[in-house]
């Protein structure tokens, strides 16, 4: 498989993909990532990717739910990132030691699955912009009634790019880890 990043460039009114890796995919339409997570680059964003870094096995996601009796909402908007440990690796299905790996917010998934033992990280901690937090948050009201204090740190949205860029570094400090 190929590791490649996507590169997006807009061009007038088009947004142009310059390179995209193997099986990215785009899960939502843009139509639907506005009406629940306003405007933002995540309209743009493919919503899933599975890559091959270094011989680790590689996914990212957008991770969203439906809320509401009658799904008028939806939560999140944000990316995590998944590496799979190798069958005979020193990890592998070792579920219950907390893993240390310099990745973004740390290791927040640790799962034995059918297709095998994944760890991840997320990207919807509190100084990350989550993109249906992002929209409630721009409404006037929201501000009027929880005012963000100034000197508080300013969010960031943590995208597709940036996501590849830390999935590859978990990849390779499973790779390196002894």
Not at 16 to 29: G, R
Not at 61 to 69: D, I, K, Q, W
Not at 122 to 132: A, Y
Request: with cysteine; aromatic share 12%; charged share 30%.
């Amino acid at each position: 498989m190929d590791d490649r990043h996507v590169e997006l460039r807009i061009e007038g009114d088009s947004i142009v993909e310059v390179c995209s890796p193997v099986n990215a995919q785009h899960k939502l339409e843009p139509e639907l990532k506005r009406k629940y997570f306003g405007d933002g680059q995540w309209v743009i964003e493919p919503d899933l990717a599975e890559f091959t870094h270094e011989g680790i096995d590689c996914k990212i996601r957008r991770v969203c739910a439906l809320e509401g009796c009658y799904g008028e909402h939806m939560f999140g908007g944000h990316f995590c990132g998944y590496c799979r440990i190798p069958e005979g690796h020193t990890l592998y299905e070792n579920v219950k030691d907390y893993l240390e790996f310099d990745v973004h917010g740390g290791i927040t998934f640790n799962e034995i699955l059918d297709d095998g033992h994944w760890i991840g990280f997320d990207c919807g901690h509190s100084f990350d912009i989550v993109p249906s937090m992002q929209k409630i948050e721009n409404n006037s009201q929201f501000k009027e009634l929880f005012p963000i204090p100034e000197d508080w740190p300013k969010p960031s949205y943590k995208n597709f790019d940036f996501v590849i860029g830390e999935t590859k570094s978990l990849a390779q400090q499973v790779i390196d880890y002894v």
